[in-house]
Every structure is written in structure tokens, then in C-alpha cells.
């Protein structure tokens, strides 16, 4: 019953920036958390941020910690992954997700939605 859009992917150097965005339709009432995940041609789809819709905590991978920002806009539905200081490593299709709650999110990896991907890729 939701559904996710994401977008924003792009090719940059490394040490650019891009802005991810998702908007979710649909029943997505009781549905508390909104983040992103990524995966690598090869390597296992992994967490990045999340972020809860009940009081805007935010949850991040070690690797991310400092150069990107997860931020939500309530009455559009939409969550945005700013990406800043982008490294090679960063390289990854980048999916939005839905979920009940934002820590489970970062440690439990629990989803009930996925967004159809958005490339991103970083140049050495």
C-alpha cells in the first residue's frame, strides 16, 4: 500500500555533493521511519540513515557519519539524503525505504518498503 520514489542519483567527483529525495503515497500511516540504503555491484545491500517521523532522530553508518544528513518533510511525505564530501567508496545504487521505526531501521535493517533504486556513482 506505499509506495516510494527516490531520486537525485548522479555521476560526481569525489569530494562532490549530490541530494537524494523520496516521496512516499499511499497508507503510510503507522509508518514512523523513512531512510536510505545502498548497494554495491557485488556486495550486500547495507544501511546508510534513517530518520524517525515521530520526534526526527536520526541514525547513521560509521562510514557516513559527518558528510551526509538525513532530513524529512512531514506533510509532503518526502525524506532527503544530503551527500557531502562524496568518495569513490560511496559508489552504489542508493534505495529509499519505509519502516516502522527508525532504530530497528539502522540496527535490525527492518523494512517494509523499498524505493526502485537511484545510481549513485563517485570518480576517483
Known amino acids: 500500500q506505499v509506495q516510494l520514489v527516490d531520486s537525485g542519483g548522479g555521476l560526481v567527483q569525489a569530494g562532490g555533493s549530490l541530494r537524494l529525495s523520496c516521496v512516499a503515497s499511499?497508507?503510510?500511516?503507522?509508518?514512523?521511519?523513512m531512510g536510505w540504503f545502498r548497494q554495491a555491484p557485488g556486495k550486500e545491500r547495507e544501511f546508510v540513515a534513517s530518520?524517525?517521523?515521530?520526534?526526527?532522530?536520526?541514525y547513521y553508518v560509521d562510514s557516513v557519519k559527518g558528510r551526509f544528513t538525513i532530513s524529512r518533510d512531514n506533510a509532503k511525505n518526502l525524506v532527503y539524503l544530503q551527500m557531502n564530501s562524496l568518495k569513490p567508496e560511496d559508489t552504489a545504487v542508493y534505495y529509499c525505504?519505509?519502516?516502522?521505526?527508525?532504530?530497528?531501521?539502522?540496527?535490525?535493517?527492518?523494512?517494509?518498503?523499498w524505493g526502485q533504486g537511484t545510481q549513485v556513482t563517485v570518480s576517483s
Open positions: 525505504a519505509v519502516g516502522g521505526d527508525a532504530q530497528s531501521m539502522a540496527e535490525l535493517h527492518a523494512v517494509d518498503y
Open positions: 499511499g497508507r503510510t500511516i503507522s509508518r514512523y521511519a
Open positions: 530518520i524517525s517521523w515521530l520526534d526526527g532522530l536520526t
